[in-house]
């Protein structure tokens, strides 16, 4: 069993700063401070924050379905604004999962704005099928994470817009 879920968000900045943001280590450290009802952590096992970066989530208790697991930078593109990470242990895996990935996708929308496109690719063993249903809390969580996301960039918009 396999499928593919997809959310978008206008964040009403700049595609430049949108990257800033995703395509940084910086937004894994937003996550771990400013979702703590979803995060208890979130850390850095190893690399700086290209491809072949690892890092560990840990979720609050009930929230998401899996407690923690360990995801891999395996795409970075810079030029596309595309970011892929993909479970390697943990988590999912120990759902039935065979495959994991997520992928952000910061879109150009005019001068001063940009879409991000967020979305869940997963691979689910048969007799792990009904564990399917997990993947929209999944996605439901990543609309949140893209929501922080909005607030936080546009929050700093306005605080260099102020000075």
């Known amino acids: 069993m396999s499928g593919h879920l997809e959310h978008e968000l206008e964040l009403g900045v700049p595609v430049t700063e949108a990257w800033d943001l995703f395509g940084s280590l910086q937004f894994g450290e937003l996550l771990g401070k400013d979702m703590p009802s979803l995060f208890q952590k979130v850390e850095v096992v190893e690399g700086d924050g290209g491809v072949g970066t690892v890092l560990k989530l840990t979720f609050v208790p009930g929230t998401l379905g899996p407690t923690s697991y360990k995801e891999k930078f395996t795409k970075v593109d810079k030029e596309n604004r595309i970011k892929e990470t993909e479970v390697i242990e943990g ?14 996708h910061i879109i150009e929308k005019g001068e001063d704005s940009s879409i991000l496109k967020s979305s869940v690719e997963y691979q689910l063993k048969q007799e792990a099928s009904e564990n399917g249903s997990i ?14 996301a909005k607030l936080h960039l546009n929050k700093n918009k306005l605080a260099s817009q102020e000075k």
Do not use: H, K, M, P
């Open 135 to 148: 993947v929209s809390n999944a996605i439901q969580a990543l609309a949140s994470i893209a929501q922080v």
């Open 91 to 104: 988590g999912y895996l120990e759902l039935g999962f065979t495959l994991f990935r997520v992928r952000f």
